[in-house]
């Protein structure tokens, strides 16, 4: 037993040791605005998604380069059998066993160059391998499109695949953009919140102190059961708005953390202090755009907007397919020859192919190539025309928010007015205390609607700048 009251005493003081020098917890890992954004832009899963798209597509480029290498095959058999003699006076029999082994290679190039050799070893029993030059046999093939140069269909493949990684590359780069947007805007409207529940915490505690000033005054016939009942409901009012108020920061929270792909125990201190955030402002501030001049605006979108790049690049792809297609209604003049040894026979000649008939399919295939290039050059004059009325609303958003900044600077002068008011009326004893107290609660609530307002301002800039295609977040 004095070895158990031993170990328990061990046991206790490790107890002790650990909770003195870690405290007992895991410490939360606590990063700052742009850590966070550098994380999200890695673990976003939108992003990721675009991200494997790609390595998908360099994938399959990578695919279609390894079919131009070198192709080479190991072959090989082993036969056994015999042949009798069908005649009814003969004995003889002849043995067929072989074995035979070879290397079969092929090489391609993106001109349409094709070269096949072909080496093969061949010995008959009882296999004894003499003279093993005389049993080798090489075969060599070469081909060589001359005329009418149509590239060819792995080329073809490979012009379309990069098409699509061009693609989604540019898609990727504007879904950054936009993340990074959404998650400034985010951290900024968790800091209102945030502001938003400390105010209504002050709202539930002035109304407690009322209450119970009221409660107080009940008691010596100073209030009545009225004023006591309307002292609890305002409280009760205040604890609901407060419930409401940690609910909203809270699923917020989690909804920014998801965005971002961070683990809840991350801790992020939400300040206007921050300073990448304030490096994001004096950044915008020095940005000078004349939004008065439409037609210079209008131009510098249409240079960075991904739909228009992914329509043109469609064009000139579809374009190329229809030329070839129509090239592909001429002769076709092709060099091949061939080199036999140990024989050591050769030919070159050239070979001609026309199709006199093919039922009008090649027909039908242009006439879809350029039904398809008439849409997109549709879809691109609808891009354009889509493209003004982006730029209108992009304006219209940002004159409202300034609107609104304006509006809420008048709010918050009108409240200090009146805080001042109250505070001078309190001094003279006009006003009681709760009544101070909830003027400069007002004065607050002003100060935080005025700080969203400029929060407007700043993502309807962002998101301006964004759409004229003007990288203001150099956070890649």
Do not use: C
Not at 93 to 105: A, F, P, V, Y
Not at 129 to 153: A, C, M, Q, R, V
Request: no cysteine; aromatic share 8%.
């Amino acid at each position: 037993m004095k070895w158990l009251k031993r170990s328990k005493l061990l046991f206790s003081i490790f107890l002790l040791l650990y909770f003195l020098t870690t405290g007992g917890l895991v410490r939360a890992e606590e990063i700052t605005l742009k850590e966070a954004i550098n994380t999200g832009l890695i673990d976003n899963p939108t992003l990721q998604e675009l991200e494997y798209n790609i390595k998908q597509l360099d994938r399959n480029l990578s695919t279609l380069k390894a079919q131009l290498d070198w192709q080479v095959d190991l072959t090989g058999n082993l036969s056994k059998g015999e042949v009798n003699d069908s005649s009814p006076l003969s004995t003889n029999e002849e043995n067929l066993d072989q074995l035979e082994m070879g290397i079969k290679g092929k090489r391609s190039f993106s001109s349409g160059f094709s070269i096949n050799p072909t080496l093969t070893f061949s010995e008959e029993e009882p296999y004894d391998f003499d003279n093993p030059n005389d049993k080798f046999n090489l075969s060599l093939g070469i081909s060589y499109p001359l005329y009418p140069g149509i590239p060819t269909e792995l080329e073809q493949k490979y012009y379309s695949t990069y098409n699509d990684l061009l693609k989604a590359r540019d898609k990727l780069n504007w879904q950054q953009e936009n993340k990074l947007i959404d998650f400034i805007q985010g951290y900024l409207e968790l800091i209102r919140l945030e502001e938003n529940l400390e105010l209504a915490l002050e709202n539930r505690k002035l109304a407690e102190d009322n209450l119970h000033l009221v409660q107080e005054q009940y008691k010596i016939g100073e209030a009545g059961e009225r004023q006591v009942l309307t002292g609890k409901i305002s409280l009760k009012e205040t604890e609901i708005k407060v419930n409401e108020a940690e609910n909203n920061f809270e699923q917020q929270k989690k909804s920014w953390y998801q965005e971002l792909g961070l683990n809840s125990e991350t801790t992020i201190i939400f300040s206007e202090a921050d300073n990448y955030l304030q490096e994001l402002k004096k950044s915008i501030d020095l940005q000078e755009i004349d939004l008065n001049q439409a037609e210079s605006l209008i131009k510098e979108a249409r240079a960075s907007d991904i739909d228009l790049k992914a329509n043109l690049l469609d064009q000139k792809l579809t374009m190329e397919d229809l030329e070839w297609s129509k090239l592909s209604d001429k002769p076709e003049f092709k060099i091949s020859g061939d080199y036999q040894y140990p024989e050591e026979d050769w030919n070159l000649g050239i070979d001609v192919s026309y199709s006199l008939y093919d039922g009008g399919q090649k027909q039908l295939k242009q006439e879809d190539y350029q039904a398809k290039i008439d849409s997109l050059e549709r879809e691109y004059q609808n891009i354009l025309d889509n493209l003004q009325l982006q730029l209108a609303d992009f304006l219209n958003k940002l004159a409202i928010a300034r609107d609104n900044l304006e509006k809420q600077q008048l709010n918050l002068e009108k409240s200090k007015l009146e805080l001042k008011l109250a505070e001078e009326q309190y001094s003279a004893g006009l006003i009681d205390r709760f009544e101070l107290e909830k003027n400069q609660l007002i004065a607050k609530q002003a100060e935080v609607e005025l700080a969203a307002a400029a929060d407007q301002v700043l993502t309807s800039k962002l998101q301006l700048f964004k759409f004229l295609g003007l990288n203001l977040v150099n956070n890649k």
